[in-house]
């Protein structure tokens, strides 16, 4: 690429963000997705922070507004108008005694990234402004990370559990449609799938009049999500009636992952504003990282997600199983593991790389959502990892492979990682914010 390529995607990847902001936050892309979403805002802050620290600090404290009670930070703010109305109608979170009055929210959360997202916004300010940056920041971080151990961790081993796929932010990845179709289906599903009639779905749907369907979740998974989300909030979005008889409930093991590398930020925040987290949130923590090794499988030499009520390791291949290496706590013999799978031309070692599904898995679709192509994201957090590990060159790859991807297409949601073709919503925000922080990257080095 020549300077002239990389001024011109970080001229549209600014462009992007620019039209996707919404007076106090960033939407992830027009008309596909019209409310703030969780990690979305924070991968968002970490690329704004480049044009404007202002607006990435806005973008977070937004994100803080949606808050409930009990701490949870849930995945999406519906948008004051228009399809805000609609969905806050089906989610209902005002079921719950936790949810805010003032905005409508989903009931469910998403990766935990916004420690990470304080921290990298922190570093663009003067020592003094990051101090109050961080004080304002650390109580919201505190309460929710408090909420993810005593709501998701109930048996205090150190996992936090999902109960939604759409909480672990890869929505439709092999390993969790595999245990959607697994559990129980209400009847009035399995009805639907014997006579065939889940084409019905797409007169409801909204993501297909977006993006070409074959690029989508088929009707089936998406009708399977919903019923999920019906039973949570049949059951008033309140952990101990979910648990109390759940579908399923999975120990994820990149949200676990990003869970981690979220606590070591977190410590970084309270010492640098020289306070004390709170004893048992420190329990937590080294729990958590010791519990992410049980996740571990010495015969695929692979981490998985785990089967909470089965206890069973969920042993299909997906880019969760490489997020440890963003957690970066695992040895580095294990992150050696992980690497060589991530160099293998057979798995993940692909022209336009991190597919989010090995190509060798039967599973593997090169545009089909969750199901192969590269994400932005995921490549920004395990190049992160891969450079705390000192691995710069293979880091290094990923990035310029990334920025490539938007040079040729724009930042689209997702491409092709056998030939860089775009695929799902163009002008996709946390694509460009990423690319952004790709390209300083760059220049640094
Ligand atoms: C999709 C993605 C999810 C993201 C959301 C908004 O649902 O799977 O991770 O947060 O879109 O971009």
Redesign the pocket.
Known sequence: MTTQDLIKVADECRRVLDNNWRDTHTI??EGL?PHQ?L??SCFIAIGTRHIDNKKAQQELRSLVKGQWANGMLPHMIFAGSGSGSRDRRIWQAWRNPHAPESLDTSGIT?PPMLAEAVVRVGEMMSSVERREWYQEMLKPLVKYHRWLYSERDPHNEGLVLLLHP?ES???NSPPWIEQVHRHHKPWWVVVIEKLRLEKLMMLVRRDTHHAPPGQRMRNIDALLYFATMQRLKRKDWDIDRILDRPYFTIEDVAFNSILVRANTLLKKIAKETAHELPKELLEHMATSQKALEELWDTGHKKYYSRDFIRRKLIKNDSIASLMPLYAGTISRDRAEQLIDDLKNSRTYGQKYPIPSVPVSSSWFKPVGY?QGPTWINTNWMIADGLQRYGFHKEAGDIAVSSVQLASMHGPYEYFSAIDGSPAGAKNFS?SAALVLDFLTQHKAN
Do not use: I
Request: proline share 8%.
């Open positions: 992830p892309a997705y979403w990690w979305d998403q759409w932010g890869f929505d969750w946390w």
